[in-house]
C-alpha cells in the first residue's frame, strides 16, 4: 500500500471547528467520528491523504522535523518551535482564522514606560538599584529572547509561564509579560498595556508545508489536490 500524505489539523477546540469549515468550504469533508479516541481522520474526496490530529504546538513541531507534509497551525508556534523552524517550513496559504499578536505587555501604571527603549531603561535601574533582574513571564522563549536582542535589552531573565501569563505582574511573579492576545480585553482586566512597539508578531492560521517532508509521486499528486482546493500558492 502506498504511504498517504500526512496533514495534521488541531485535535481540539475552536480552532479544529475552523478548520473543518474551510475544509468544508474547499469542497473536502474531513470523517472523524466525533468523540472519537482516535487520532487519525480522512478527507472523504482524497482517499491519499490522512489527517493528524494533534496539539498546536505539536503540529510545529511535527513540520519542523518533518514528520508531517503539512500542517494548520498558527505563525507563532512555529516561530517558537524553534529559532530556525521558519526556515524548515513554507506557508502555502494564509487562512483568516486564529487572529492574534504575541505582544510585550507592562502594567498599566507605569506612566514613563512607553517603548522598548524605556523598558531597557527600567531593567538597567532596577539591576543597579535592587541586584535584580527585569522578570518577563512568557510561553514565548525564543520569540521573547530574538525580539529582546533586536532592542539590545539584555538584563532581564525569564519566568516560564504555561498559562494564564497575564495574572503573573498581579502575583507578584513577574515584572512584564510577553503572551498573545486577540483583542486586548484580557490585559485590560489585569491592569496591563502594550508597549507602542511592543507588537513582536501578527500571528495567524497557516496552511504550511514542511521542506523537511519528502513526497512520494502519491503524496505530491495529493499536495497538489489540496493546494488547488484552496487555491493557495506553492
Given at each position: 500500500?502506498?504511504?498517504?500524505?500526512?496533514?495534521?489539523?488541531?485535535?481540539?477546540?475552536?480552532?479544529?471547528?475552523?478548520?473543518?469549515?474551510?475544509?468544508?468550504?474547499?469542497?473536502?469533508?474531513?470523517?472523524?467520528?466525533?468523540?472519537?479516541?482516535?487520532?487519525?481522520?480522512?478527507?472523504?474526496?482524497?482517499?491519499?491523504?490522512?489527517?493528524?490530529?494533534?496539539?498546536?504546538?505539536?503540529?510545529?513541531?511535527?513540520?519542523?522535523?518533518g514528520q508531517v507534509h503539512l500542517g494548520i497551525t498558527g505563525e507563532d508556534l512555529?516561530?517558537?518551535?524553534?529559532?530556525?523552524?521558519?526556515?524548515?517550513?513554507?506557508?502555502?496559504?494564509?487562512?483568516?482564522?486564529?487572529?492574534?499578536?504575541?505582544?510585550?505587555?507592562?502594567?498599566?501604571?507605569?506612566?514613563?514606560?512607553?517603548?522598548?527603549?524605556?523598558?531597557?531603561?527600567?531593567?538597567?535601574?532596577?539591576?543597579?538599584?535592587?541586584?535584580?533582574?527585569?522578570?518577563?513571564?512568557?510561553?514565548?522563549?525564543?520569540?521573547?529572547?530574538?525580539?529582546?536582542?533586536?532592542?539590545?535589552?539584555?538584563?532581564?531573565?525569564?519566568?516560564?509561564?504555561?498559562?494564564?501569563?497575564?495574572?503573573?505582574?498581579?502575583?507578584?511573579?513577574?515584572?512584564?509579560?510577553?503572551?498573545?492576545?486577540?483583542?486586548?480585553?484580557?490585559?485590560?482586566?489585569?491592569?496591563?498595556?502594550?508597549?507602542?512597539?511592543?507588537?513582536?508578531?501578527?500571528?495567524?492560521?497557516?496552511?504550511?508545508?514542511?521542506?523537511?517532508?519528502?513526497?512520494?509521486?502519491?503524496?505530491?499528486?495529493?499536495?497538489?489536490?489540496?493546494?488547488?482546493?484552496?487555491?493557495?500558492?506553492?
Amino acid at each position: 500500500m502506498k504511504k498517504p500524505l500526512i496533514l495534521a489539523i488541531p485535535s481540539k477546540g475552536r480552532m479544529q471547528e475552523q478548520v473543518k469549515e474551510l475544509f468544508a468550504q474547499a469542497g473536502l469533508t474531513i470523517n472523524h467520528e466525533k468523540g472519537s479516541r482516535n487520532y487519525t481522520a480522512s478527507i472523504v474526496e482524497l482517499p491519499n491523504v490522512e489527517i493528524a490530529l494533534l496539539s498546536a504546538s505539536d503540529i510545529a513541531g511535527a513540520l519542523y522535523t518533518g514528520q508531517v507534509h503539512l500542517g494548520i497551525t498558527g505563525e507563532d508556534l512555529i516561530h517558537e518551535t524553534h529559532p530556525q523552524a521558519i526556515n524548515a517550513v513554507k506557508s502555502l496559504k494564509p487562512l483568516g482564522v486564529g487572529k492574534a499578536d504575541v505582544v510585550v505587555a507592562i502594567p498599566r501604571l507605569w506612566l514613563d514606560v512607553q517603548t522598548m527603549a524605556d523598558l531597557d531603561e527600567v531593567a538597567i535601574i532596577m539591576r543597579q538599584k535592587t541586584g535584580q533582574r527585569l522578570r518577563v513571564a512568557t510561553k514565548y522563549i525564543h520569540i521573547t529572547r530574538g525580539f529582546f536582542a533586536k532592542h539590545t535589552l539584555v538584563d532581564y531573565r525569564i519566568v516560564e509561564s504555561a498559562g494564564a501569563t497575564e495574572g503573573t505582574p498581579a502575583r507578584g511573579q513577574a515584572d512584564v509579560i510577553v503572551d498573545i492576545t486577540s483583542t486586548g480585553a484580557t490585559l485590560k482586566a489585569n491592569g496591563l498595556r502594550i508597549l507602542d512597539d511592543g507588537v513582536i508578531l501578527e500571528s495567524e492560521a497557516h496552511l504550511w508545508h514542511s521542506v523537511n517532508a519528502k513526497l512520494s509521486d502519491v503524496q505530491s499528486a495529493a499536495l497538489t489536490q489540496i493546494m488547488n482546493a484552496f487555491g493557495a500558492q506553492a
